[in-house]
């Protein structure tokens, strides 16, 4: 069974195949976060993982309803 932050992870990655356009500095934030969070659940750390997978949903979210145009964290 798939995990809360391997669940997430999906999520970011099916956003990010869907909302098209992106700026590249949020693009490269994602990657950023989204590898934090792997390194975290391979570290067994799933606390960790969860805490910014949820953070990289929310931006995402905030950014395809368009009130996301700066990349602060």
């Known amino acids: 069974m798939a995990?809360?932050?391997e669940?997430?992870?999906?999520?970011?990655d099916?956003?990010?195949a869907t909302v098209g356009a992106t700026s590249e500095e949020l693009d490269k934030a994602v990657t950023e976060h989204v590898d934090k969070?792997?390194?975290a659940?391979?570290?067994g750390d799933e606390q960790t993982a969860v805490a910014?997978?949820?953070k990289v949903l929310e931006r995402l979210e905030k950014q395809?309803?368009?009130s996301g145009s700066s990349v602060a964290w």
Do not use: F, P, Y
Not at 7 to 12: A, D, P, T, V
């Open 14 to 16: 099916d956003c990010m």
């Open 3 to 5: 995990s809360l932050a």
């Open 7 to 12: 669940i997430n992870l999906q999520k970011i």
């Open 52 to 54: 910014i997978t949820r």
């Open 37 to 39: 969070a792997r390194a």
């Open 41 to 43: 659940l391979a570290a």
């Open 64 to 66: 395809e309803k368009g």
